[in-house]
């Protein structure tokens, strides 16, 4: 076999060496398989561009290595259009705390003002972290910069994955996220497995806006054995999010699985449509599994404020749930998001809400009731079933009690 070896040099001492070896991984029909293996500074100056060099030589049908270092990502990363390619992540990649910077060239997506620090996209990508590839936001800085204020403008995401196709992400570890961990963004048939997530302020100031993974107009997305330790939405599946699976997986101290919000857009149509999450732990989040539509009345304008959207959220399930000392309803229905400080109109919104199943559910909550569906009463929701519910509040009495407005054909339940 012939070797070929090209280091590339980026700054300071951090490089690429390319070589050429036997095809392995996810790309067998590959004679020959190129390897970028990045080699980092080691000194603290900024490795994104040795990152990049990496990408840009090995991206279609090769495979990216980050040895058991850390890296220093100072700079913003775009890394779509791959193909066929194979990453791992062995080492850490540490994110600059240069807040000016981020806010000013963090990488803006099309969602209310959403932005990102990586946008990684294209198709058959394996992301393998091995269990302990890490990546590091140094999420206190802005935990403590933004003092719990709400979607901050340009407060970058971790990772974006970006009009991606047919790709497994796996053994990847997050800590302490600038915000949003992971949006999945445009993107269709993903698995994301044996990933850990924990975005923890260890401040006075609240981890705000540091939601697990949200997916946003995407499809066919399967997260199975994910363990999210955050201050938000532990999975929210936002608009036109459809056939998502959340499987075997455990939350702690966030929201619990979201769906929305949606309806945001004035006008706009969209929808969520066959999501199911099944084979759950909750500890010490808010709820088990909630709905939040916006008002039918626009009040300002994205992402603070909004409202007046259309569409529909059906064939919603939660299956097998078991949870301990959640903070509130174990599942909650509010069409009542309006602009923060303003009194909405709850019954306005013509956003509809059917066909959702709530089964198997066992454990401890810390107040009654079960459950509270306000529904609004432009568009009530229709056919809702909770079954097998056994639930204890924390101080040993069992949990009763249904809070329910403008629901038609509920099962297993007495509003």
Not at 295 to 304: A, D, I, K, Q
């Amino acid at each position: 076999m012939r070797f070929f070896t090209l280091v590339l040099f980026a700054l300071s001492v951090s490089s690429v060496t390319c070589n050429y070896s036997e095809p392995q991984g996810p790309n067998p029909g590959a004679k020959d398989k190129k390897t970028c293996t990045i080699k980092p500074s080691l000194d603290g100056s900024d490795d994104t561009p040795a990152i990049l060099k990496a990408f840009d030589s090995c991206g279609k049908n090769g495979r990216i290595v980050f040895i058991n270092e850390t890296y220093h990502v100072n700079t913003v990363m775009n890394t779509t259009g791959l193909e066929n390619v194979d990453i791992d992540l062995y080492g850490t990649l540490l994110w600059s705390t240069n807040i000016t910077y981020w806010l000013k060239a963090s990488l803006f997506f099309g969602y209310q003002n959403q932005s990102s620090a990586w946008w990684l996209g294209g198709s058959n990508i394996h992301f393998n972290g091995h269990g302990s590839g890490t990546l590091d936001g140094n999420g206190q800085v802005w935990y403590d910069f933004v003092k719990g204020a709400s979607n901050y403008p340009h407060r970058p995401h971790a990772l974006t994955i970006w009009n991606t196709r047919d790709s497994v992400f796996t053994g990847l570890k997050f800590v302490q996220s600038q915000m949003w961990t992971m949006t999945v963004f445009k993107s269709e048939n993903i698995l994301m497995q044996d990933v850990y997530i924990n975005s923890t302020s260890h401040s006075g100031s609240p981890a705000r806006n540091t939601d697990g993974v949200d997916t946003i107009y995407s499809n066919n997305i399967h997260f199975d054995h994910m363990t999210i330790i955050n201050g938000d939405d532990s999975i929210s599946t936002k608009a036109n999010s459809t056939n998502i699976l959340i499987t075997n997986s455990t939350f702690i101290n966030g929201l619990g699985v979201a769906l929305g919000s949606i309806g945001q857009y004035e006008g706009v149509y969209e929808v969520l449509e066959n999501i199911t999450a099944r084979d759950i732990i909750c500890v010490k989040t808010l709820h088990a599994g909630y709905v939040k539509t916006w008002t039918g009345e626009r009040v300002g304008y994205p992402p603070n404020g909004g409202g007046g959207g259309l569409g529909y959220a059906k064939n919603i399930t939660f299956s097998n749930f078991t949870v301990s000392a959640l903070r509130g309803s174990p599942f909650a229905i509010s069409q009542c998001t309006t602009f923060s400080g303003s009194a909405g109109d709850c019954n306005s919104s013509e956003f509809q809400l059917e066909d959702i199943l709530i089964e198997d559910i066992r454990g401890t909550i810390s107040a009654d009731p079960v459950a509270s569906f306000q529904c609004s009463g432009a568009a009530p929701c229709r056919d809702i079933s909770m079954l097998g519910v056994e639930l204890d509040l924390v101080n040993g009495k069992v949990a009763s009690g249904w809070k329910c407005s403008n629901l038609v054909g509920a099962v297993g339940f007495n509003c």
